[in-house]
C-alpha cells in the first residue's frame, strides 16, 4: 500500500527533478504559461502556488513589516535561483493575487505528443491574459531590435568619419609633400648655380695669374 507518499519522481534523482521544477516554474513566472506533460504540470503546481502565496503575504506586509517581506523573498530565492523572477514574482503577480485565496495557475489537457504518445497540458495563471503578455513580449522584442539597430547605425556612422578623417589626414600629407618636393629640386638647382659661377670665377683667376 503506498501511504504517504507524496508527488512524483519524474523519472530522475532528487537534485535532478529539483532543478527540474526550479526551471518550469522560472519559465512560468516570466512568461505567464508553458506547456509541458501533464505530471510535470501537476507537480509544477505543487512547487510554485507556496511561492505565489508567500510574495502576496510579503506584498501585504510591505509597510507594516519590511523585514518580514525581505526574508520571504530570500525564501523564493533558495527555490527560484533567478533574480529577474524573484522581482517578477513579487512585483507584478504577489499584488495581482492578493484576493485571491489559493488557486493561482490551471491546467488545460492539450492531448498526446507524437512520437512518444506523452499526454501534453498547458499550465498558467489565473489571473493573466496570455494574449496580453503575449502582446506585451512582441512589443518589447520589437523595441530591442529599434534599439539594438539605432546603435548598429550610430557604430556604422561613426565609423565613416573615422574613415573619411584618416583618408583626409592621407591626402593632406600627400599634398604637403608634393609640395615640398619641387622646393628641394630648386635647392639643388640653386647649388648648382653657385658652383658653377664659383668656378668660372676660379677658371678667371687662373687664367690672369697665367698672363701675369
Known amino acids: 500500500m503506498e501511504h504517504r507518499k507524496r508527488g512524483r519522481k519524474l523519472s ?10 526550479s526551471n518550469l516554474s522560472i519559465a512560468l513566472i516570466l512568461h505567464k504559461r508553458i506547456e509541458t506533460t ?11 502556488e507556496p511561492l505565489v502565496t508567500k510574495a502576496k503575504s510579503a506584498f501585504k506586509v510591505k509597510d507594516s513589516e519590511p523585514a518580514k517581506s525581505v526574508h520571504l523573498r530570500r525564501i523564493a530565492r533558495k527555490k527560484l535561483k533567478n533574480d529577474e523572477a524573484v522581482s517578477v514574482l513579487f512585483n507584478d503577480i504577489g499584488p495581482k ?46 523595441s530591442k531590435k529599434k534599439t539594438v539597430k539605432s546603435t548598429a547605425e ?14 583626409a ?4 600629407s600627400e599634398k604637403t609633400t608634393a609640395e615640398e618636393k619641387p622646393k628641394k629640386k630648386s635647392g639643388k638647382s640653386e647649388k648648382g ?18 698672363k701675369d
Open 193 to 210: 648655380s653657385f658652383n658653377k659661377a664659383r668656378d668660372k670665377s676660379k677658371s678667371k683667376n687662373n687664367e690672369e695669374e697665367s
Open 97 to 142: 493575487v492578493v484576493d485571491r485565496n489559493g488557486g493561482y495557475t490551471r491546467i488545460l489537457k492539450t492531448g498526446f505528443r507524437e512520437g512518444d504518445g506523452g499526454d501534453t497540458a498547458i499550465i498558467e495563471f489565473v489571473d493573466f491574459s496570455y494574449l496580453d503578455t503575449a502582446e506585451q513580449e512582441k512589443t518589447d522584442k520589437k
Open 12 to 21: 530522475r534523482t532528487a537534485s535532478h527533478r529539483k532543478a527540474l521544477l
Open 154 to 167: 550610430e557604430t556604422v556612422d561613426e565609423g565613416v568619419k573615422k574613415t573619411k578623417r584618416k583618408s
Open 169 to 172: 589626414g592621407v591626402k593632406k
Open 38 to 48: 501533464v505530471a510535470k504540470a501537476k507537480e509544477l503546481r505543487m512547487y510554485i
